[in-house]
Every structure is written in C-alpha cells, then in structure tokens.
C-alpha cells in the first residue's frame, strides 16, 4: 500500500460532499443552514485551489491538464474494457474534479450574489444558481456512479482510499 490521499485533501473531500448535500437538501427550508453550507463550500474551493498548488504531489493541479487532455481517449478505452491504472486521479476522475469546482464556484457566487442588494431578485442571477446546482448534483451522481465503476472494474476499493489514503501499488 502506498500514500495517494493526504490528510487534508481527504478531509476537503468528505467535507465537500457534506456541505454540498446540506445545501442541496435546505434551500427554502432552512436558509440558515443553506447559506452556511453554501459559504463552506466556498471557503472549500479556495483552499482546494490553494492546495492545488501547495499540496503533496497527488494533490497538485500539475498533472490535470494532461490528464484533461486525456479525458476523452480514457473513456474511448474504457467503453472497450481497457481500464489503466492510476495511483491518482485518472483522466475522468480529473475532468470530473475541474468540472465540479468550476461549477460549485458558479453556485456558490451566484447564491451569494442573490442575497445581496444589488443582485437580490435579478432573474438570471437565480436561474444560474439554480441550473448550476441541479447539474453539479447530476454530475456528483456521475462521479459517485463511476467511483464504484471503478472500484468494480479493477477490484479496489476507492472510496476506503478516499478514506484512509492509501491505494495499492502500482506492482500488485
């Protein structure tokens, strides 16, 4: 077993996740809540990009771009059973990363912008709150779905490794 996961991109991980299923489950009901778990995911993203940069190698923005780039080719390969194995992210799992921070920023800022003066009942500021969170939680269904794709496909268990951080070596 080797370290992939350092502590605190794990603990940004499992704290996303909740803070993003709080949101989801609170608008209307509790704005409170709602708008805490909301500023949590933005205070997330600024420290995962933070992290992207300052973090232990697996945890570094570095390798996405070839991994972007590889995104479509991984995927190609995969719908013909060909897997490959990555320590880190693989391709998708690095598209899915960027794609989900990308659009959280967009939910985050465009919640926080309808509760200001200025913003506060501006149709488009609430459609893109709107739209921007219904697809992210489409696409974290996408990524927990290929999670255990791949947890199945090459018989590890990567969720446990989103847990404890470590995955098997390349060589077993």
């Known amino acids: 077993m080797v370290v992939v996961w350092d502590w605190p991109l794990r603990l940004f991980h499992w704290t ?23 500023y949590t995911v933005l205070g997330l993203i600024a420290f995962r990009l933070i992290w992207g940069f300052a973090g232990t190698r697996y945890s570094r923005f570095r390798s996405f771009i070839r991994f972007l780039r590889a995104a479509p080719g991984f995927l190609w390969g995969l719908g013909h059973g060909r ?18 921070l990308v659009l959280l920023a967009i939910s985050t800022i465009s919640g926080w912008m309808q509760v200001t003066v200025r ?3 501006v ?19 996408v990524h927990v779905l290929g999670v255990l794709t791949m947890c199945v496909l090459q018989r590890e268990n990567l969720v446990r490794a989103m ?5 098997r070596d390349r060589g077993d």
């Open 123 to 141: 149709a488009w500021v609430e459609d893109l709150h709107t739209y921007s969170s219904d697809l992210a939680m489409i696409l974290v269904v």
């Open 16 to 38: 996303l996740a909740a803070s993003v299923l709080v949101a989801w489950f609170t608008p209307n009901i509790y704005d409170t809540v709602h708008r805490i778990a909301g």
């Open 163 to 167: 847990i404890t951080g470590r995955k």
């Open 83 to 100: 897997t490959g194995r990555y320590l880190g992210l693989n391709p998708a799992g690095a598209a899915m990363s960027v794609t989900l």
């Open 119 to 121: 913003f506060f009942g």
